[in-house]
């Protein structure tokens, strides 16, 4: 990977993130740099107005909060580090500069002033190498901004509110987070995505590449870095090493490695565009300075090794709700957690710990706290929460893969095995146990509220009047049809075991029009009508013969240029990928997942036309296809 050699820099440094901003922690963790977080202290008070430009502001206070960390490391822990990073974002609009806001009306005052204009989303960086030399603190602080543009919509007072309720604008300057629910509200990025979410990664790798890998004496055109170096360009530099490990004094940043730390170089191997391995150095030390050789890391083959602890880390914390704890009470210790759910102290410390590494956790001086991504997606009680897909996940599908082994040997479920019951008992489970019941409807429910806006919308359905959603469970997908096309009625048709406990999940705790639930069995009973039928996650559940029954039934009662909408996860014509669905197959269930030219082939066999297929790039994709007239 190219980018290796600038953070491989880093590799043999203790590096201090003086950051709090879990998003600051994810893009840094997500290209592997290993880091220390030690939250800045520095309250964010310098006077605007005697900045001549807004970036100057956030570049002084990104200062300032490394310093302030650099400072406190070193007198209060006697543990100098090597590097620190501190960080400052800023939304700019006007010639105004805005911070988080305060509180939801300080909010909605930001919002509205970005509401349908652009403005430039600024983060100042400054990155503080420190060495201490007869116990006194020697830094080189080197700094930079980085700008982007951001456009929002034309936004409703309305929709400004409902962002506002949703909590995620509170820790964010300007008042939106761009890469969740805020990214509803922008036309257009112009610039470093990153950078809008805190962190100019490219822009700091740049830096890095300037820092420890300066121009050589014989190639001084090259001064400048308007791209970080490829990993020839490091091979080339790297000849010169024990002259340029040393920094050279450049503005911003002056001498700093006296001593040419580095004991000997590790020899990475990598591929370049046309396959050939290339060889680059990056050198490395181990604790004792003796000479060490590291081969590169396998990393998705050692994240693939390790995926299954951290599902399990975040199965248990879903199951012990400590999401949700946390959302209602967070910061908390991991004693007072352990106390409320009824847990081990040192269990539950080291459950939280995972949970923080993973990036679902935040954990500060003040405790342990969601990140915006468990607040929205994990806690129990949000719109879109996956809470009941994960418990599903825990109870359900660990245990069939845990079988998974005998499942390929023997092509068949493991719900023997897993749960010492037959497929037909356990689907009877779903009829007769209240909880599996609601466990999985809540699965299912979890999973159509995250996937049911970009189903509602892959094509334009204002020409139908009437929806029948087939096996449409809580009717998810149906309200939002509903939201989305105001005068479409729908009918959710499932089980009367299904429908009988639906009322639960509806938007209001009740059933609400124009969406109406009617109970019947697909296979056997008449369907409703309706100009419109979808069949939503159905279709790869079920064996061929099934399928026959359900898609003849369809047809029949699909009028001549009225519609189907299936929604799956639709294969490539390799059908390797996506990976979720080709994953999801080895639940070995009699059903399979379909590539495009599968689902165009089984639709026309039924008597449907004009298939068109929309990839969504969320879970589901979305196929449309028309009943032929009779004259075709
Ligand atoms: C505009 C925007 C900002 N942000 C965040 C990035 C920053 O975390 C935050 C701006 O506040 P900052 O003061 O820059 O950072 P912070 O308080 O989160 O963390 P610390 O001071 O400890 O470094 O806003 C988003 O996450 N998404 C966005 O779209």
């Known amino acids: ?105 300080d909010a909605y005052r930001m919002l509205s002033r970005l509401n349908g204009k652009e403005h430039s989303v600024f983060t100042g960086v400054a990155i503080i190498h420190c060495h201490s030399k007869d116990n006194q603190l020697e830094m080189d602080i080197t700094d930079f901004y980085e700008e982007t543009k951001v456009k929002f919509s034309e936004l409703s007072e309305e929709l400004l509110w409902e962002y506002i309720h949703s909590g995620e604008p509170m820790d964010k300057a300007g008042g939106y987070g761009i890469q969740a629910l805020g990214g509803m509200l922008v036309e257009y990025v112009h610039g470093d995505f990153l950078n809008v979410v805190g962190f100019p990664l490219n822009h700091f790798c740049k830096k890095l590449a300037e820092l420890y890998y300066p ?58 565009s046309s396959g050939v391995r290339t060889g680059f150095t990056v050198p490395l030390e181990n604790q004792n300075g003796v000479s060490q050789s590291a081969a590169k890391l396998p990393s998705k083959i050692l994240e693939l090794m390790d995926g299954f602890r951290a599902s399990k880390a975040l199965f248990v914390a879903s199951k012990l709700k400590i999401f949700d704890h946390l959302k209602d009470k967070g910061p908390m210790k991991a004693v007072d ?12 410390e080291r459950l939280l710990d995972a949970c923080a590494s993973l990036g679902l956790l935040e954990k500060t001086p003040q405790g342990y706290s969601n990140t915006d991504s468990a607040n929205t997606y994990l806690a129990s009680d949000g719109k879109y929460s996956l809470h009941g897909y994960i418990i ?23 719900n023997h095995r897993a749960f010492g019951k037959k497929a037909d008992d356990l689907f009877k489970d779903y009829y007769h146990s209240q909880e599996v019941k609601q466990r999985f409807m809540s699965a299912m429910h979890s999973i159509a509220h995250l996937t049911a806006r970009d189903v509602a919308t892959a094509f334009d359905l204002s020409q139908f009047k009437s929806a029948c959603d087939l096996g449409g469970c809580t009717g998810a997908l149906a309200h939002e049809l509903v939201q989305v096309y105001p005068n479409l009625k729908v009918t959710v048709f499932d089980l009367p075991e299904v429908i009988a406990n ?27 009508e309706a100009d419109l039928y979808i069949l939503s996650r159905v279709l790869h559940d079920w064996p061929d013969e099934k399928i026959h029954v359900l898609l003849s039934k369809v047809s029949a009662v699909c009028r001549p240029g009225n519609a189907l909408l299936v929604a799956e996860t639709v294969l490539d014509e390799q059908k390797t990928h996506p990976s979720v669905a080709v994953l999801q197959s080895l639940s070995m269930t009699e059903g399979k997942q379909r590539s495009g030219s599968e689902y165009k082939q089984l639709l026309e066999k039924y008597g449907f036309t004009d298939v068109q297929i929309k990839i969504t790039g969320n879970l589901l994709d979305v196929v449309l296809c028309f009943k032929k007239s009779l004259s075709l």
């Open 1 to 105: 990977m190219v980018l290796n050699p600038v953070l491989g820099k880093l590799v043999s440094k203790r590096v201090v993130l003086a950051s709090a901003s879990p998003r600051r922690q994810e893009i840094l963790t997500n290209v592997g740099l290993r880091f220390e977080v030690v939250p800045s202290w520095f309250k964010e008070t310098l006077e605007k107005s005697s900045f001549t430009a807004p970036y100057e502001y956030a570049v002084e206070t990104a200062k300032q909060k490394a310093l302030e960390v650099a400072n406190r490391m070193h007198v209060k822990h006697l543990r100098t580090p090597d590097v620190v990073i501190g960080a400052d974002t800023i939304v700019s609009v006007d010639e105004q500069i805005l911070e988080k806001p305060v509180d939801k009306q």
């Open 215 to 272: 121009p050589s004496k014989h190639n001084v055109q090259r001064k400048k870095y308007d791209s970080i170096p490829s990993v020839d360009t490091f091979e080339n530099q790297s000849d010169g090493e024990s002259e340029s490990s040393n920094f050279t004094k450049q503005k911003g940043a002056s001498k700093l490695d006296s001593s040419g730390t580095y004991s000997s170089e590790a020899v990475y191997a990598s591929e370049n």
């Open 337 to 348: 957690i352990a106390n409320d759910v009824g847990t081990s102290v040192c269990g539950t």
């Open 392 to 414: 599903h996940s825990n109870d359900h599908l660990w245990p069939l893969f845990t079988n998974l082994e005998s499942a390929v040997k023997e092509g068949s479920r493991q």
């Open 502 to 528: 639906t009322s639960y999940f509806q938007p209001s705790g009740q059933h609400t029009a124009p969406v109406t639930f009617v109970s019947g069995d697909f296979f056997k009973d008449s369907l409703p």
